[in-house]
């Protein structure tokens, strides 16, 4: 029986699962049947998730996360520098990454052809964050030590004021005998930072917006020598390599506590850092019976995730079922997922989405199987044959703002996937990719919602749009419903991340099916 219904999604919200089980945290193994079993159970992949966004807070530390799991499920790593024509076989399963906060993973089918199309999840896999500026140490002010903090995106509102907020990112370090430079992951395991509000004693009100420059800069530590011999930070360039080194401009307790996370004895061989400031708090459930998910950075590592789950599911069969290992993809298509960085920002970035990182892996796939075939007829082909769905965190109904909703397109938490349409082409949606997803739902049992802002409101950006529009591939955008986004807290249904694992699975295995329904 069919639940793709995306004209009246509020008549569809009937309970469609059991309890939950409560299982401990599986942050690299879902249970079995996740990968074996036809139709999936989406509360089997709530406490993967919550372990996910819990362990992986910054865009570094998420994409090391799935390229490690990739690898666990047989995916081969692929270098950007090197020739692919010689390493792509057909039932191969790859991935590569791009700066490091940026990926795409992608499955041959065994009977792919060149000119074939490739069904490909877009989202984005950084959130709204703030960075530790090029150089972040400040005057200690009466006894407070200071970092000196960007906002990235929509970030350091009011709302991350009075937060236990963390640090980690990646560290670049040299090594003193080779004078080779690698990069490693960081990432304190306590909060080292707090923005404090103002007391309302103090007459001046709540400040919807406080001056991120001013009133908007973390303390991390207490330094009150200046009240009577020098100051701890007065030998700062000696005590971390000399002032021409880059942890000079750092503050001097936070490179040592970094140095020390990672087992740096040389400071100054810590060459540069990106780091980010987040909130620690865990993600956890919520509500009576615990249906929420309650978490940060959900936008839209959610949808990053529930694409990677889906991509494993649509391709790994567990060994519990074959007797051995994987088994190969039959398919002949493409199966791709494309995680970008800086979406919130612009995606403008070589590890942005308007960037070439998903065309030159689709142009180098399909030049590695096309022999002396290949050219721009041939990617004019695979474009056409293709389906992009721009997976972005949809806007679930918020019962104490209903007037600002559509209630016809306002979707619901723990119930699916909502389509994101838009006449003014903020969104990649049309008749023909909504029809192409319903068929999609109604093959894989799940049920889609629909989401449109009023007209007296601006709908957001995704990706969708300048993807569809430099490849010209049929594209639409659906995503999962949240609550709060751009919050520095957030919340979805803990069906959520499982639902999604489901359509977008059920979209891998039935795209060349229904692909073959449209003219």
């Known amino acids: 029986m069919t639940r793709s219904l995306p004209i009246h999604p509020h008549k ?3 309970s469609l699962h059991g309890p939950i089980r409560q299982e401990p945290a599986l942050m690299n193994t879902p249970p079995p049947q996740a990968l074996s079993d036809s139709t999936i159970k989406p509360e089997a992949f709530t406490d993967p998730f919550l372990s996910f966004i819990t362990e992986n807070p910054t865009v570094f530390h998420a994409v090391d996360h799935f390229s490690k799991r990739l690898e666990s499920y047989g995916f081969t790593k692929l270098s950007e520098r090197d020739n692919w024509t010689a390493k792509l076989e057909k039932g191969g399963k790859y991935f590569f990454e791009r700066n490091g906060s940026g990926m795409i993973a992608f499955v041959v089918g065994k009977e792919y052809k060149s000119g074939s199309g490739c069904a ?13 500026k090029p150089i972040s140490t400040k005057p200690t002010s009466l006894g407070y030590v200071q970092l000196g903090i960007a906002n990235y995106g929509g970030a350091l509102s009011n709302l991350w004021m009075d937060r236990d907020l963390g640090i980690g990112g990646r560290v ?17 395991g306590w909060p080292i930072a707090r923005i404090p509000s103002l007391a309302p ?29 020098k100051g701890l930070d007065n030998n700062i360039s000696n005590a971390l390599g000399g002032p021409s080194v880059f942890t000079a401009t750092q503050p001097e307790r936070l490179v040592k506590a ?35 998910i309650f978490a940060g950075r959900i936008d839209d590592k959610l949808c990053t995730f529930s694409a990677m789950e889906a991509l494993l599911a649509s391709t790994s069969v567990s060994a519990s079922v074959t007797g051995g290992g994987d088994v190969e993809d039959g398919s002949g298509v493409i199966k791709m997922v494309f995680a970008s960085d800086d979406e919130e920002v612009g995606s403008l970035l070589r590890q942005g989405a308007r960037s070439n990182f998903m065309t030159s892996a689709v142009e180098r796939i399909c030049e590695a199987f096309a022999g002396n075939k290949y050219g721009p007829s041939l990617l004019s082909q695979t474009y056409a044959n293709s389906f992009l769905i721009s997976a972005d965190v949809s806007h679930a109904f ?21 389509i994101q349409a838009d006449p003014n082409a903020h969104t990649t949606t049309d008749a023909v990719s909504t029809a192409f997803l319903q068929r999609v739902a109604e ?29 010209g591939m049929r594209a639409i955008d659906a995503g999962i419903p949240q609550l709060s986004m751009h919050s520095i807290r957030a919340c979805v249904g803990n069906k959520d991340p499982g639902l999604g694992v489901k359509l977008f699975k059920g979209f891998f295995d039935h795209f060349e099916e229904i692909d073959k329904e449209f003219v």
Do not use: C
Not at 211 to 220: A, F, K, L, S, Y
Not at 272 to 287: R, Y
């Open 12 to 14: 569809l919200y009937a």
């Open 443 to 471: 093959k894989s049992d799940s049920v889609l919602q629909v989401f449109q802002i009023r007209n007296d409101s601006r709908s957001g950006g995704t990706v969708g749009p300048m993807s569809s529009a430099a490849t």
């Open 398 to 418: 918020n019962p104490n703002y209903s007037d600002v909703y559509l209630h016809d397109h306002a979707p619901r938490l723990n119930v699916g996937i909502a």
């Open 120 to 132: 490909i999840i877009a989202s984005h896999i950084d959130a709204l964050t703030t960075k530790v």
């Open 258 to 292: 970094i140095a020390a996370e990672m087992g740096v004895k040389d400071y100054s061989s810590i060459v540069n850092w990106e780091l980010e400031v987040f909130d620690t708090q865990p993600a956890q459930l919520g509500g009576l019976d615990k249906e929420f």
């Open 201 to 229: 004693h103090f007459g001046m009100g709540a400040e919807s917006q406080p001056n991120r420059e001013t009133r908007m800069v973390p303390i991390i530590g207490l330094d009150n020598s200046d009240m009577g011999t």
């Open 172 to 188: 670049l370090i040299k090594d003193g005998e080779t004078g080779k430079i690698d990069t490693r992951l960081v990432k304190l």
